[in-house]
């Protein structure tokens, strides 16, 4: 106060942002905020309500957020009032329900993006006591005039040693991307697909985009209670178990309950320790009370049904699934998918698949929850999973063995429901087998199921760490046996795109604590190696050139992790940090990728040069 003078109470006031008598109408020529994290609770949020409601705004699952970013439209200057909100990642970016496609398209419609910094990942070491992931977005308010589609980057940068300790954000090459505005509009799933994807990722996605889905078969409870419902199109129904009532609640006026006789003859089965695969003889189990607030989707109680877990295993990205024969009551948190008994088979498939390595990966990508709010699968994003029959598959003979022999092992842990699955190694093994066959049902190779373990085994365990836990895995320094992994997985990617009679050679030539330098070599005689180490003394000069070429620190608290390609003569030096996170087999074949784009590239342009 010595030297400036007060902020509060002159240009720093507390007002509500909704309340126009106590907002100025003032334009303003940049915009900084961070809407408050309120609850959804109406009450809460009454004047943000009234205000969006006069004008016809949306606020999807009544998220102030959206209220704020509409309000502050009308005081931003034209034509260049700069906007820059820290928002609710998934209220805004990665919530792909129909209500929230539509907010967010009509946002889109009326801002130029500049740049998105989705900041999921690392939000829990960025802001200490954080409840919410967020994403920095900065954009420009069109005031209606109508844009051209244009581009914008998102950056989706990753948790690391640098955060949790130095303070620094950390960004690669691969954590940033440049989309255009059209395309993230017409396909709102680019949000949360791009937090993690690489190349493979991709090329995967987009084959399983192609294959019948899920849904074709199976619709929610809430679908199948529509007029225009066939459910000869749709046999297989999924919806949530029963609602007890909240005693605290009982009595309050607009709380309705009602007694559920249903639940005092069925046995009982609890979310809570619930196992994959198959559900044990449940005895005589019962619930405490029959008094509910929602009977649930009650069909769902009767056998056949596989049940399944809303919540998602944090630590290992796995859904769990369970075929059962044995009719049970379940809460809110199971969710039944009912079908005829013919169509057991399928189920059991079905019960495979969702327990698999296979449906984690492609959820993580495909969902918005998962590695970036909830740790949960809504029925609807189940739907979504790719679900097609042998026929539909390049090798329909090898899709029937596996689905058969998939059969066999569920039927053999239903003959063995009370004694089969009674250790954690058990239960490993079964996995272990059941994603083998899961694998050869969709006739992945073994590039695509590296893909698929790498994300599950380290990437999905590393996801939003916080302070005090346990050092990620992504995190961890890499050794020898990595290297020689990494390097065998790289050399048979770009073999593929050489000529016949070239080979590669792979080399670490340079380990430090934070960096490691391998080296490429092209040969024409097979070496008797293809990876070795080889720590080279004059390595000093090499590294300085390379040095020169380091991008610097960017900022204060921002800093440009170094994963470059440098060629030195005619052999190719690759500088990449040495965490995990850079010598995974999928990060082999994704450099793979790149280095062959490179090389073509280079040999593009000096072809085009002896022309000219």
Known sequence: NKLLPPLFGSNLQVRDFFDEKNVSEEKYGLIIGNPPLVSRKKEATITANRWCKARNFPMPANELAWGFVWRAFELARAPHGLTAFLLPAMGMLLNLEEGANDARKLWLSRIKLHRVINLADTSFLLF???????????????????????????????ASRFLGYARMLALT?????????????????????????????????????????????????????????????????IGQGFKPAKPENIGKR?????????LNKLPYLSATGFAPYMVPNLANRRVDTDLV????????????????????????????????????????????????????????????VLNSKFAAWYLFHETGNLGADRAKVHEWELGELPFPKP?????????????????????ELLRNKDRVLSSETALREVAKRLDSLVYAYFGLSNEEIAVIDDTVDYVVASMQPRLRKRIPPLWEASQIEHWGAYADTLCTAVG??????????????????????????????????????????????????????????????????????????SDLYVVKPRVMRYWLRSAALNDADAIVEELYATTLNQGRRKLN
């Not at 409870?221 to 529509?226: A, G």
């Not at 607009?254 to 249903?262: D, W």
């Not at 049904?305 to 809303?310: A, C, F, N, R, S």
């Not at 050139?545 to 992790?561: D, E, Y």
């Open 496 to 569: 593929r795109w050489l000529r016949p009679g070239f080979h590669l050679e792979t080399t670490i030539v340079g380990v430090s604590q934070d960096l490691i330098v391998t080296r490429l070599t092209m040969h024409q005689v097979a070496p008797a190696q293809r990876f070795q180490v080889q720590i080279n003394q004059g390595m000093a000069q090499v590294l300085s050139r390379i040095h020169a070429a380091l991008p610097r620190q960017v900022s204060r608290n921002l800093l440009l992790i170094p994963d470059l390609r440098v060629f030195v003569d």
């Open 173 to 237: 090459s691969s954590d940033k991307i440049v989309l255009s505005v059209s395309k993230v509009i017409e396909d709102p799933r680019i949000w949360p697909r791009y937090q993690w994807t690489a190349s493979r990722d991709l090329k995967l996605l987009d084959w399983l985009g192609t294959l019948p889905k899920l849904n074709k078969k199976l619709a929610t409870y809430k679908e199948s209670r529509q007029k225009d419902f066939a459910k000869s199109n749709k046999p297989w129904i």
């Open 254 to 262: 607009g709380y309705k309950t009602e007694h559920l006789s249903l």
């Open 128 to 158: 200490e006591g954080a409840k919410r992931p967020t994403a920095l977005c900065l954009y420009t308010p069109t005031h209606g005039k109508e844009t051209p589609d244009y581009t914008f980057e998102y950056w989706c940068p990753k």
């Open 391 to 411: 026929d539909d598959l390049s090798s329909p003979d090898a899709a029937h063995a596996a689905m058969q022999s998939i059969i066999d092992v569920i039927d």
């Open 293 to 352: 607030c929602r009977k649930g989707y009650m069909d769902g109680f009767y056998a056949p049904h596989v049940l399944i877990p809303q919540g998602v295993e944090r630590r290992t990205g796995l859904l769990r699934a369970a075929y059962s024969e044995q009719d049970c009551s379940f809460e809110h948190s199971l969710q039944a998918i009912r079908f005829l008994p013919e169509d057991a088979p399928w189920m059991k498939l079905l019960t495979a």
